[in-house]
């Protein structure tokens, strides 16, 4: 079960006030508390006095802009930068309307401090009018004063003399409460409005677990290095994989060359021999074409032209008449060609003849 510590007054070194539950209450200075609280959840109770209450309509679908538009109602009804001020906010309903509970931020921080440093930190925080639940107002006498609360518009606190002075405007219907405030407050805490929003979460201000980030960041560097290792060893074993790909490869392409020196080389030594017979071949056809272009070659038109190593080029030729063929023969045999000429035949207009020039 949580303990209460009740703060009922905004004087510094004013008693406290602790308690379980329904159990007995207890009264001293923060030192006393400490000792009488240490290592049990705390829920803290501060005085209506330190905080005002508010209810506010806000356009309806407002969604992620909620806060937004909670700040633009407040900053008609509030004369203090809302900067400078914490915002409790409780349910919304019917989607427009809340409310909530404004608090300097000045006061509220020093006082957990002071707390903390005493080892008292509160999972949950209330405004001790906001604990007085019920379902008709009811005005709760603690601590000198009537806390007026359950359906209350604005939950709040005042002495003897404002109650008597304000009572034609409270409620008529206000139910006077005089019996003890302490388990009440307990049980009505369960509903009230939690101060431990925004900066003022427990979340927020939690010390950052340096030895949890410190563990994270040795598995994160540890998981790292084996990730690398493992795809070293993946990239090593299909580069040998790769490596005797290649070599059964070369060794079925090349069988004359049963020694594997250095692949690569090899490789290209094998491919540039290979290329070798074509760059000749077109040499020689560029050689044949010069030699056709200065013997009269634009008289005759080839038809076919084959080439066989080691014997020449075989061409199929046709020209207007049979002088045309000689004048090309001639020109080539001048050329340094050995030329001859067979299968003439006539077609036509045309002549075509087969020339075989020999290397």
Not at 323 to 344: I, K, M
Request: with cysteine; charged share 25%.
């Amino acid at each position: 079960m949580n303990a209460l510590l009740y703060i009922s007054s905004l004087i510094e070194d004013a008693p406290l006030t602790w308690w379980h539950g329904d159990g007995p209450v207890t009264q001293g200075d923060l030192d006393q508390a400490a000792q009488a609280l240490a290592g049990q959840p705390l829920v803290l109770l501060l005085p209506s006095e330190a905080a005002s209450h508010h209810r506010i309509e806000v356009p309806p679908g407002s969604g992620r802009w909620l806060r937004q538009a909670i700040h633009s109602a407040l900053e008609e009804k509030l004369l203090d930068d809302l900067d400078q001020l914490h915002l409790a906010q409780g349910a919304l309903h019917q989607r427009r309307h809340c409310r909530l509970w404004v608090i300097r931020r000045d006061w509220l921080q020093p006082l957990l401090a002071r707390l903390e440093d005493k080892g008292l930190v509160p999972t949950r925080i209330h405004i001790d009018a906001d604990c007085v639940q019920g379902e008709q107002p009811t005005a709760l006498y603690c601590a000198g004063r009537w806390l007026l609360g359950g359906t209350i518009v604005h939950p709040s606190a005042l002495i003897e003399e404002e109650l008597e002075t304000l009572v034609t405007l409270l409620p008529d219907d206000l139910h006077r409460c005089e019996e003890s405030p302490w388990p009440l407050l307990a049980e009505g805490a369960k509903h009230a409005i939690d101060l431990r929003q925004g900066g003022f979460s427990l979340g927020g201000r939690r010390r950052p677990p340096w030895r949890a980030l410190a563990l994270l960041a040795v598995l994160g560097c540890g998981a790292s290095l084996l990730q690398d290792f493992g795809h070293r060893m993946v990239l090593e074993q299909r580069s040998v994989e790769l490596h005797q790909a290649n070599l059964d490869t070369w060794q079925q392409r090349a069988p004359d060359e049963s020694r594997v020196v250095d692949l690569n080389r090899q490789v290209q030594a094998r491919l540039q021999q290979n290329q070798t017979p074509h760059q000749d071949l077109a040499r020689r056809l560029d050689t044949l074409a010069r030699h056709w272009s200065n013997s009269s070659g634009a008289l005759a038109r080839v038809d076919q032209l084959d080439y066989q190593n080691g014997e020449g080029w075989t061409l199929r030729v046709i020209a207007p008449a049979f002088a045309d063929l000689e004048r090309l023969r001639e020109g080539l045999g001048r050329a340094g060609l050995t030329v001859q000429a067979d299968s003439t035949v006539r077609d036509d207009q045309v002549v075509s003849a087969r020339l075989k020039i020999k290397e």
